[in-house]
């Protein structure tokens, strides 16, 4: 695995830990002890989900990129045809 590989696997880490973070605030909605407003918590919400979902795609996309490039650096390889 290359390091284009593991760049894309930790974004895609990352972008699913947004989305659990707003999952556990959709969840906790309607507790009435916290002290953050219905409004911030909702564009909090929005925001993850958002940021998260974008950053798993991307990942995805840089971790095809990175696969086919590998399968180019394979095919060009002399020694790999042996």
Same mark, same amino acid.
């Given at each position: #695995? %290359?390091? %284009? +590989?593991?760049?894309?696997?930790?974004?895609?880490? /990352? $972008? $699913?830990?947004?989305?659990?973070? !707003?999952?556990?605030?959709?969840?906790? =909605? %309607?507790? /009435?002890?916290?002290? #953050?407003?219905? @409004? /911030? =918590?909702? *564009? @909090?919400? /929005?925001? @993850?989900? *958002? @940021? $998260? $979902?974008?950053?798993?795609?991307? !990942?995805?996309?840089?971790? +095809?990129? !990175?696969?086919? !490039?590998?399968?180019?650096?394979?095919?060009?390889?002399?020694?790999?045809?042996?």
């Amino acid at each position: #695995m %290359n390091r %284009n +590989k593991t760049r894309s696997s930790l974004l895609g880490i /990352a $972008g $699913g830990y947004l989305v659990y973070l !707003a999952y556990e605030l959709f969840r906790d =909605r %309607n507790i /009435a002890e916290t002290t #953050m407003t219905p @409004f /911030a =918590r909702w *564009l @909090f919400i /929005a925001l @993850f989900v *958002l @940021f $998260g $979902g974008g950053l798993m795609v991307y !990942a995805f996309l840089q971790w +095809k990129k !990175a696969d086919k !490039a590998e399968e180019e650096e394979k095919k060009d390889d002399p020694e790999s045809l042996k």
